[in-house]
């Protein structure tokens, strides 16, 4: 699936109608460069979760985690400072086991031998200085329901 973003205001609505499918044991890779629109995706995600708290960028803590609705777990992980995921992916491995969690990662291809085939993975392209082309692909039977909500 493909979907085309005019701005920043268009990215965290996506993001809060995406939130408002997700279910516990949700794993999604946003993929990207920097500045192309990650955490503002994440930030829409959580607020269609429920998440009342201020949605920062992990980037130099690697992970945040926030309470979510219906008592899930909302962790957001960003491995840009990384060139060795290490301990973290031990603590990578329970948010991913966890079925109360729903696991967003940012510059997941550090610790994609980790990661399971069924994620929802999220490419963000940025043909323009303020539009975006999500492309959005299922991974698995899981990853498969959530993008079939979203082409309704």
Known sequence: MI???KNEAEMKRFGEALGSYLFGG???????????????LAKGIAAGLGVEDDVQSPSFTIKRVYDARDHLI?????????MDAGIMTNELEESLSDLNCITIIEWGEIVDGVLPMDRLSIKIASPTENSRELTIRANGEKSQKILDCLSV
């Open 26 to 40: 949700t794993i999604i890779e946003l993929i990207g460069d920097v500045g192309s629109g990650k955490t503002t």
């Open 74 to 82: 909302f962790a957001h992980y960003d491995f840009y400072r990384l």
């Open 3 to 5: 979907k085309e973003v």
